[in-house]
């Protein structure tokens, strides 16, 4: 039975993501901070495992790591919980240098202190990394910086490791959603345009059925995969 860890599973993409993973037969390990919401999110799924904390807390990814470590190995690590930063978005002159830390060490450092907590895992399955980025780790939009620095660290780190460590990693841009991140970047606005998490999934699955090298890529690109 193949063994992922899907951080931010409480919500947007990476609830979708367990749950179609557990549907297929997956052992799933997922985290939220907040018990309630990650309980009623994931708390059904008989193959899930969920543990509440937050991913820029050493103790969490020790025991995240200890998780994993109990179940022999790591098909599949996937970076996707994350933080916009203070709200709402301001330009970077308004943002504090600690400020700046915060979103930082949750959206750039924490994936990298996990990927290192379960590398022997990974090693053993010969499992991949895939980190969640955006468009904004390229692009230049303005309120956005602290954001984006993170992803744009995140993307290097992500395939920086990959290159260190000989693993399979991907920086995967999933595009625009209609998450309640996204949603709280742009208060008031109706982003009921933007496409559902769930059809992101498919486009994940196909980039880890086709296996390509190491880099850094748009899920848009791959074909869907059945569900």
Not at 127 to 154: F, I
Not at 179 to 208: C, K, N, W, Y
Request: net charge negative.
């Amino acid at each position: 039975m193949p063994v992922a860890l899907v951080t931010g599973g409480s919500a947007g993409l990476g609830r979708a993501l367990v749950h179609t993973l557990g549907a297929r037969g997956w052992t799933v390990v997922t985290d939220g901070r907040d018990h309630a919401r990650l309980a009623a999110a994931v708390g059904t799924l008989p193959a899930v495992v969920p543990v509440v904390g937050d991913v820029a807390d050493p103790a969490h990814v020790e025991a995240l790591a200890r998780e994993v470590g109990w179940l022999g190995r790591l098909d599949l690590l996937v970076h996707n919980a994350s933080t916009l930063g203070p709200l709402p978005l301001r330009p970077l002159r308004e943002t504090s240098t600690e400020e700046l830390l915060d979103v930082w060490r949750v959206n750039a450092a924490a994936p990298v202190a996990l990927t290192r907590a379960v590398l022997p895992q990974l090693r053993t399955a010969s499992g991949v990394v895939v980190s969640l980025s955006s468009d904004a780790a390229v692009e230049h939009y303005e309120t956005w910086g602290a954001y984006a620095a993170g992803k744009a660290a995140l993307d290097h780190l992500t395939l920086t490791l990959a290159a260190e460590e000989d693993l399979t990693a991907y920086a995967v841009d999933p595009g625009d959603m209609r998450t309640a991140m996204h949603q709280d970047a742009f208060p008031g606005e109706d982003i009921s345009d933007r496409p559902l998490p769930e059809t992101v999934v498919p486009q994940l699955l196909a980039l880890l059925a086709a296996r390509p090298p190491s880099g850094r890529y748009r899920a848009a690109s791959f074909a869907q995969v059945p569900a």
